[in-house]
């Protein structure tokens, strides 16, 4: 059995963590597959957005601390591999959509928020873990939990590691849309579809733009912007927009 199942359809690539019986917990062998798996998908012209799952009941309980406690990988090691499979969470130039069935805790909370949108099901939950076991935050939720809800909610999340449920993460901004279970994989199929009838390669701008002005000053940020937007208006999907805007009609974007 495979620990990350893969499926692409219609330019949806879904990846689903496969370990149901602990939660989808992440090991090397997880991280390792996620993180090829991305570098694919950012490869692949037929991948138009990915979205991130858990199978089973749970969307990630965050590191397998058996993994950790038994030797078989040192700190150092572990934290490497979140680095790389977050960071090309951030780089890929395509949407990545967290679809939140069940509990995110720690490493998992922290995977979820590196996506760019966050569904949840009703029957999801998350929490922060960290500071329960005498840990500091890491996987790169210093950087996203106080860009999402300020600097004073993250630490009392962090600090105080309360349990949030589907509808209190949205209400703090972390979560865009919650829905009940029994209805959740079709928003996620109609939210993916969305994207992934749209235009990429200005997707992958928006990301770029986005990340670029997190430590950019005002006139850094706007002529960063001049730069991306010439780079779309390169586009074959630029010029297939402003088609459809003149001729009243649906565009039909290729993500080129």
């Known amino acids: 059995m495979s620990v990350l199942e893969r499926e692409l359809t219609d330019g949806v690539l879904t990846l689903t963590l496969n370990r149901p019986e602990a ?8 991280l390792g597959a996620l993180g090829k798996a991305l570098g694919e998908a950012g490869r ?8 991130l799952t858990g199978a089973g009941r749970g969307f990630c309980a965050g590191q397998d601390l058996k993994e950790v406690q038994s030797g078989e990988r040192g700190f ?15 780089e890929l130039e395509k949407p990545v959509i967290a679809a939140v069935n069940g509990a995110a805790a720690g490493a998992g909370f922290a995977l979820a928020l590196a996506c760019d949108l966050r569904l949840a099901s009703d029957a999801a939950s998350f929490t922060t873990a960290f500071s329960r076991i ?6 790169g939720m210093s950087y996203f939990l106080p860009r999402l809800v300020g600097w004073g909610r993250a630490f009392e999340l962090l600090a105080r590691s309360p349990r949030l449920s589907a509808e209190e993460a949205q209400a703090l901004g972390i979560v865009s849309q919650v829905s009940p ?6 928003l996620v199929h109609d939210v993916a579809a ?27 940020a ?11 208006s390169q586009s074959a999907d630029f010029q297939e927009g402003v088609a459809a805007f003149l001729e009243k009609r649906r565009p039909a974007f290729q993500g080129k």
Request: glycine share 10%; hydrophobic share 50%.
């Open 44 to 51: 692949d012209g037929a991948v138009r957005v990915v979205v």
């Open 76 to 90: 150092d090691e572990v934290l490497n591999g979140y680095v790389t499979t977050i960071s090309r969470i951030v």
């Open 134 to 139: 005498g840990l500091a935050p890491d996987s």
């Open 181 to 186: 279970a029994a209805e959740f994989a079709a």
């Open 194 to 220: 969305e994207f992934a009838a749209g235009p990429t390669r200005a997707y992958g701008l928006i990301k770029r733009a986005l990340r670029q002005s997190a430590g950019a000053s005002f006139s850094e």
């Open 222 to 232: 706007m002529g960063f912007e001049a730069h991306l937007q010439y780079i779309a």
């Open 23 to 30: 939660l989808n917990a992440l090991t090397g062998e997880v």
